[in-house]
């Protein structure tokens, strides 16, 4: 399985900021996808992000406030932006191995907005 | 749509009893089903997978999954639990149209000495 850092580990932000969120892998992968654990809940897809192509977003995100790059096969970032305090979360990114359905998780960025 | 249901909570086992906490799923094909571990403050680690074939799979930490279609199920099973297994686990299945992994809501265990 891929090796999976993610950047920052954890940040205290003031509302109306914005943060971005690194991921890097240490082996080329196609499919990465970006998470959100609220506190206390399960993880929900934030949007799937393939390299050369636009981000795809699930219902409820937009690209204006998690804006996504995917610039190579070993990185991506997320953006939140313009923050408010119920984007406090986890926010974690995973990427595809054998197949898309197969998933393995970074370790995740613990945001709190202030 | 497919949906993870994980009944329990939060469960609260002995160190060295058995464990079992239940997963069921709703999805018309066969689904590809999995099982992760969410430790304090780190992220996810995959336990174990189900794609096909045994329905009786193992996976790491001596931890072990049964599907069982008939009843829509997928629970995670250990013999003997361990204090270091106190952390959130997610059951989670792949597919339909959408092919996307849901998760469950999670169940968090805690093991007491």
């Known amino acids: 399985s891929a090796v999976i850092s993610q950047k920052p580990s954890r940040d205290i932000c003031q509302r109306g900021t914005s943060l971005t969120i690194q991921c890097q892998v240490d082996?080329?992968?196609?499919?990465m996808f970006w998470y959100r654990q609220q506190p206390g809940q399960s993880l929900t897809l934030i949007a799937t992000?393939?390299?050369?192509?636009?981000?795809?977003?699930e219902s409820g995100f937009v690209i204006d406030k998690f804006p996504i790059s995917r610039p190579n096969l070993t990185f991506s970032t997320l953006t939140v932006s313009n923050m408010s305090p119920e984007d406090s979360s986890i926010y974690l990114c995973?990427?595809?191995?054998?197949?898309?359905?197969?998933?393995?998780f970074g370790p995740g960025t613990r945001l709190t907005v202030t | 749509a497919q949906s993870v249901t994980q009944p329990d909570i939060h469960i609260t086992v002995s160190e060295g009893a058995s464990l079992e906490l239940r997963c069921n799923y709703s999805?018309?094909?066969?689904?590809?089903l999995f099982w992760y571990v969410q430790s304090p403050g780190q992220g996810l680690q995959l336990l174990l997978k189900?794609?096909?074939?045994?329905?009786l799979v193992q996976g790491i930490k001596g931890f072990e999954a049964e599907f069982k279609r008939s009843q829509s199920s997928f629970n995670l099973r250990k013999p003997s639990v361990h204090w270091s297994d106190a952390a959130e686990y997610f059951c989670?299945?792949?597919?339909?149209?959408?092919?996307?992994?849901?998760f469950g809501t999670g169940t968090r265990l805690q093991v007491t000495l």
């Open positions: 995973s990427v595809a191995g054998q197949g898309a359905y197969e998933q393995y």
């Open positions: 189900y794609f096909s074939g045994d329905t």
């Open positions: 082996s080329q992968v196609t499919m």
């Open positions: 992000a393939n390299q050369g192509s636009e981000a795809t977003y």
């Open positions: 989670a299945v792949f597919g339909g149209t959408a092919s996307k992994l849901t």
């Open positions: 999805y018309g094909a066969t689904p590809y």
